[in-house]
């Protein structure tokens, strides 16, 4: 029986601002949905009157236009990461979907090898230059040093994951892994190296036990450095979704999730929503439609509506 039936869905008025939005999809494992949801709720956001652009970023297995039942492009990132595309903006093709637009993934033997920094830079400029008010993109599975500085770089970083043991343990590292970069950033921000080299060696003298209280320790022992700390991680807008939910108990976990971001990492979180297990996924999937076209009136619809 579903916990979330009833679910409706409020159509809102399409978005006015100029401004662009990134929007980071990641999980710590694969086979959590993270395609399924980023695919899906990108077409609810388009049906509701929101433009959106698609970028499969998933290295290992990029298969966004089969989610929202395109075929595959014809080019993809590939051909920019490689040079036989300058513009980003090349590679957009329309979905089947008013407003919604599709950046394909790497389609040829390109490998992660490959990606320099040079890359990364170009990637991270012209993103931000696609069309469309909100950007979604896909990431690969698994807490990566790539994954990492995409999922801090966007503006909202929506972590998903299952009520299964190893899917949180994997998403406790995926945060660990942003938290990481923060730090990183600041400390090459601020010249503060030497600080948090000393933090880290002394962090049993010191009583530092858990990422929280290193943030402490740097905001006594260096307040300028720390202040900026504590900017940067209040400025990390990280998003949870928990899939595949079957009882209240898995409820609760989403939430448990959000106190242990709080507690033991120093980083704020907000749940999106809870998406009931349900066959109708695979059997959208088999259908190569997204759920919300194939299913409409399904409970998982309903609930991704109500997150988008």
């Known amino acids: 029986m579903s916990l979330f039936t009833g679910a409706t869905r409020k159509l809102e008025q399409p978005q006015t601002a100029s401004a662009t939005t990134v929007w980071a999809f990641g999980g710590g494992k694969g086979g959590i949905g993270k395609s399924f949801l980023t695919s899906n709720l990108a077409v609810c956001m388009a049906q509701t009157g929101h433009s959106v652009t698609l970028v499969d970023l998933d290295f290992a297995g990029a298969n966004l236009h089969t989610c929202v039942g395109n075929d595959l492009p014809k080019l993809g990132l590939s051909d920019f990461l490689q040079g036989r595309v300058n ?84 998403t406790y590292q995926y945060v660990r892994m942003a938290f990481h970069r923060k730090v990183k950033q600041v400390e090459t921000k601020m010249g503060a190296q030497e600080l948090f080299n000393r933090a880290m060696e002394q962090r049993v003298q010191l009583g530092i036990r858990t990422p929280s209280d290193l943030v402490k320790y740097v905001m006594r022992t260096e307040p300028e450095v720390g202040a900026v700390l504590r900017s940067e991680l209040d400025r990390f807008k990280l ?61 998982l619809a309903g609930n991704l509506f109500n997150i988008a």
């Open 87 to 170: 513009n980003l903006k090349e590679l957009v093709v329309e979905s089947k979907i008013s407003r919604l637009q599709l950046v394909g993934g790497v389609n040829d033997n390109f490998t992660l090898s490959q990606f320099t920094e040079e890359n990364k830079k170009r990637l991270m400029e012209q993103i931000r230059e696609l069309p469309g008010r909100n950007i979604f993109i896909d990431l690969g599975a698994g807490a990566t040093e790539l994954n990492a500085e995409f999922f801090t770089y966007a503006d909202q970083s929506v972590l998903i994951t299952t009520p299964e043991p190893t899917s949180i343990e994997n």
């Open 239 to 299: 998003k949870l979704i928990l899939n595949q939910v079957r009882t209240k108990h898995d409820v609760e976990l989403g939430h448990a999730i959000k106190t242990v971001c709080r507690q033991y990492f120093g980083i704020n979180s907000e749940i999106l929503g809870f998406l009931d297990f349900d066959n109708a996924a695979w059997q959208s999937a088999r259908k190569k439609q997204p759920l919300v076209l194939a299913f409409p009136f399904s409970h």
